[in-house]
């Protein structure tokens, strides 16, 4: 079973609008921590934002928030305010048993999120 | 921030040649790193988790002799993809996280990733 899923492979958004990209996991254990990083064309991974399961607001990051509902199990981003450089696909991801040392993070398949200007 | 440098960026080499990718944490200890492969246009898959002073440890479906990791130090994780094949060309990236501190919000920090092309 997918442990983290991005509905949405393509988004576009109009310069200067915000918008949400969706992403829901899925875990039994209760501790967890839920990320987004952006990756550009260039290919490097950009951390953007993190969500820990006991953490009792949702995380903020500049123009970057998480819209965290822990019942529905979803943490969804969103971008205030998008700019031409936001343009780059986009990965939600989580790690379970926060306590391990070495567990690694699971991605979802990521969307793809095009600025319009 | 935290840096993870990864060597080198691009490769393209012929059939049958052993390349080996470099990835080094510049500022912080990782006794543990990671080592994905992303194919175009898709997410990044765990081949393996690479542990300090001990066997690296693969995930199903990863050939442990064709994609040897040597983690010698606590800064230093290598990959080789040995004899590697034009099925083998790919984006490789490491990944590493500090293991001071609290580690419940550590991001992992990547490389910038290898392009390895096999003709």
């Known amino acids: 079973a997918q442990k983290i899923t991005q509905t949405q492979p393509g988004m576009f958004v109009q310069e200067k609008e915000a918008v949400t990209l969706d992403c829901t996991y899925d875990?039994?254990?209760?501790?967890?921590?839920l990320f987004w990083y952006k990756q550009p064309s260039s290919g490097e991974m950009i951390f953007l934002i993190y969500?820990?399961?006991?953490?009792?607001q949702n995380a903020t990051e500049g123009r970057y928030s998480l819209n965290f509902q822990k019942a529905r199990k979803s943490a969804n981003l969103v971008i205030s305010a998008s700019q031409l450089g936001d343009s780059a696909m986009y990965f939600c991801a989580m790690r379970e048993g926060l306590n391990s040392g070495n567990t690694p993070l699971v991605f979802g398949k990521g969307t793809r999120l095009s600025v319009i200007a | 921030g935290a840096v993870v440098s990864q060597h080198p960026s691009r490769v393209i080499c012929k059939s049958g040649t052993s390349v080996k990718i470099e990835c080094r944490s510049l500022d912080f200890q990782a006794t543990t790193m990671f080592w994905y492969r992303q194919f175009p246009k898709q997410s990044l898959m765990l081949m393996a988790t690479?542990?300090?002073?001990?066997?690296?440890?693969?995930e199903q479906g990863v050939e442990k002799d064709k994609f040897l990791i040597n983690h010698a130090s606590l800064t230093l994780s290598t990959l080789t993809v040995t004899s590697a094949h034009p099925e083998d060309s790919s984006f490789y990236i490491c990944?590493?996280?500090?293991?001071?501190?609290?580690?419940?919000?550590?991001?992992?920090?990547f490389g910038d990733g290898t392009r390895l092309s096999i003709l």
């Open positions: 875990t039994s254990d209760p501790s967890y921590g």
């Open positions: 690479s542990n300090e002073g001990s066997k690296a440890t693969y």
């Open positions: 990944s590493a996280r500090a293991t001071t501190g609290r580690s419940s919000n550590q991001p992992q920090h």
């Open positions: 969500q820990g399961s006991y953490d009792q």
